[in-house]
């Protein structure tokens, strides 16, 4: 059974930082592209950030290009996420995801974890 668990949301305040992490289990992690999206109270799915099977290659919504770094360490079988300079606009719940093979901001149905909250507020 594939298992995805997210970790690292919180309380921060605008201009501050957060590193998210995504342990995986069940499922060849070295071999898959990643992804994450968020959704906002009320919004729907929002692809933010996508990264390739080694690692090399990473993608990213313009909305936080320039602000969050995705990473992966497929030793560990963990997938990252770093969030710097967060705006209030980026309070959501954050998931992880197995990436779709043939859609750069889609993921697999089925293989996205529970999420982890980000709270962006003064």
């Known amino acids: 059974e594939v298992q995805l668990v997210e970790s690292g949301g919180g309380l921060v305040q605008p201009g501050g930082s957060l590193r998210l992490s995504c342990a995986a289990s069940?499922?060849?992690?070295?071999?898959?592209?990643m992804t994450w999206v968020r959704q906002a109270p009320g919004k729907g799915l929002e692809w933010v950030s996508r990264?390739?099977?080694?690692?090399?290659?990473?993608y990213y919504a313009d909305s936080v290009k320039g602000r969050f770094t995705i990473s992966r360490d497929n030793a560990k079988n963990t997938l990252y996420l770093q969030l710097n300079s967060l705006k209030t606009e980026d309070t959501a719940m954050y998931y992880c995801a197995k990436a779709s093979s043939t859609v750069l901001s889609g993921f697999e149905p089925g293989y996205r974890g529970q999420g982890t909250q980000v709270t962006v507020s003064s």
């Open positions: 990264i390739s099977s080694d690692g090399g290659s990473t």
């Open positions: 069940g499922l060849t992690f070295s071999r898959y592209p």
